[in-house]
Nanobody, 121 residues
Framework: VQLVESGGGLVQAGASLRLSCAASGRTFSSYIMGWFRQAPGKEREFVAAITWSGERTIYADSVKGRFTISRDNAKNTVYLQMNSLKPEDTAVYYC???????????????WGQGTQVTVSS
């Protein structure tokens, strides 16, 4: 599975962004899809994940109520809608594919190259 993220950018606090992750290769719909992020000097952290059918989602407490993960299996794409962005959301955002809906990054087998999100105060 090859994953390519897009949609990052520089925004002001309170703004919204929608990240996309386009997948190619093996059957996209078979995989759990997750979003992670890594800020400078910090470890990569879990943001959100979604099951293959979309019926179950999980979120980090820091983004719950502000971010929404969704997927369109017909388009082989997973999205992360980010609202009410805060400066502490600044990070490189990565999408990942795996077989289990968990928060551990090591459980995901495939990773994109990342897209930068910068939120100014």
């Amino acid at each position: 599975v090859q994953l390519v993220e897009s949609g990052g950018g520089l925004v002001q606090a309170g703004a919204s962004l929608r990240l996309s992750c386009a997948a190619s290769g093996r059957t996209f719909s078979s995989y759990i899809m997750g979003w992670f992020r890594q800020a400078p000097g910090k470890e990569r952290e879990f943001v959100a994940a979604i099951t293959w059918s979309g019926e179950r989602t999980i979120y980090a407490d820091s983004v719950k109520g502000r971010f929404t993960i969704s997927r369109d299996n017909a388009k082989n794409t997973v999205y992360l809608q980010m609202n009410s962005l805060k400066p502490e959301d600044t990070a490189v955002y990565y999408c990942a594919a795996g077989l289990h809906i968990v928060v551990l990054s090591r459980a995901y087998d495939y990773w994109g190259q990342g897209t930068q999100v910068t939120v100014s105060s």
